[in-house]
Every structure is written in structure tokens, then in C-alpha cells.
């Protein structure tokens, strides 16, 4: 069994910077990327960055120049460092991991951006 926990949602306001942590536990032998998620209310589920087992990276367009994802290899954890937020930036961020070729997702963690 696998687990993803994630951590570091909190109230911020706009221009504010936020750092979000989500760590895979479990039976791991391989994990092929981990990436981060969001969901405002009302709207559908999009991802916000991924980063691919190797280093690529991916980033929606609405974040570029924003946030930044890295990961821990060591630590199986992957980071989001959020810069400069917006209020249109509030949600609930769900990690996202493949973990021996299976799909994970952790219980979400909420990111309000409001002065």
C-alpha cells in the first residue's frame, strides 16, 4: 500500500509565497512522476506541475514563471514553491503520484489567497 501526504496549505495573502510538501510512503519500488494538482470550487480538477522521473518538468500556463516543482529522490517527495500568489490561485492542491505503475493521489491540501 502506498500513501501520499501532503502539507503546507494556508491562508496568504495575494503576493505571498507558499511552499506545499507531499511525501510517498509505503511499498515503493518505483516512482515514474509526481506532480501537483488543484480544484477551486465549481470547477474542474487541472494540474498545475508535474515532474517526469529523470527531471522534465511540466507547468500549466497559468503558473509559469510562478511556481516551481522539485523533488527529493532520497525523501520520495516533491515540493511546489508557489511565488507571487493570486486569489484566483485559491484551492484545494491534490499530490499526484504513479508509484509502481499505479495511479495515487493524497487527500488534498487548501490554499486560500485572500487579503
Known amino acids: 500500500q502506498v500513501q501520499l501526504v501532503e502539507s503546507g496549505g494556508d491562508l496568504v495573502q495575494p503576493g505571498g509565497s507558499l511552499r506545499l510538501s507531499c511525501t510517498a510512503s509505503?511499498?515503493?519500488?518505483?516512482?515514474?512522476?509526481m506532480g501537483w494538482y488543484r480544484q477551486a470550487p465549481g470547477k474542474q480538477r487541472e494540474l498545475v506541475a508535474r515532474?517526469?522521473?529523470?527531471?522534465?518538468?511540466n507547468y500549466a500556463d497559468f503558473v509559469k514563471g510562478r511556481f516551481t516543482i522539485s523533488k527529493d529522490n532520497a525523501k520520495n517527495t516533491v515540493y511546489l514553491q508557489m511565488n507571487s500568489l493570486k486569489p484566483e490561485d485559491t484551492a484545494v492542491y491534490y499530490c499526484?503520484?504513479?508509484?509502481?505503475?499505479?495511479?495515487?493521489w493524497g487527500q488534498g491540501t487548501q490554499v486560500t489567497v485572500s487579503s
Open positions: 509505503g511499498n515503493i519500488f518505483r516512482i515514474s512522476h
Open positions: 515532474i517526469i522521473n529523470g527531471g522534465t518538468t
Open positions: 499526484n503520484a504513479a508509484v509502481n505503475f499505479e495511479n495515487y
